[in-house]
């Protein structure tokens, strides 16, 4: 038991530890969702390398596509769940939602632009000395 000298100092520090606890529980939504830097870092790596892949075939774009579409799908997913969204937002504010809808927009944009890199291409003439023959 503790001495009387000690009662009100651990009461107040007791009282003040209960007051600071919900302000605790509030700064436990952002450690568990990805940092932006994190976001960026996913969006540019994926839109670089299905970029790549798409350009050179559309199959290979497309099969390289699906796990980062469903990293974004979950992250969305995650970000407007009723039991983090109003945290998060709380916490992060709208530009933690602008930024992933912008990284996201990147990486759809890089795939279209895969994509009409690979069209492009392909209705290039080729090279004009290697296609024609000399009269025979």
């Known amino acids: 038991m503790l001495h009387t000298a000690h009662r009100p ?21 952002s450690d568990k969702e990805p940092s932006l830097w994190f976001i960026w870092v996913v969006a540019l790596a994926a839109s670089g390398i299905c970029m790549a892949a ?8 497309a099969v390289l596509a699906v796990l980062p579409a469903l990293w974004f799908a979950g992250l969305l997913m995650e970000i407007h769940s009723p039991d983090v969204g109003p945290y998060l937002y709380a916490e992060q504010g709208w530009s933690y939602y602008l930024q992933a809808y912008l990284a996201l927009t990147v990486f759809v944009g890089s795939l279209v632009l895969g994509l009409r890199m690979r069209e492009r291409r392909r209705k290039r003439p080729r090279d004009a000395a290697a296609t024609a023959r000399p009269p025979a």
């Open 9 to 29: 100092l651990s009461t107040r520090l007791t009282g003040l530890a209960l007051a600071l606890l919900p302000g605790m529980a509030f700064a436990e939504v």
């Open 54 to 61: 798409m350009a050179h075939r559309r199959w290979l774009g």
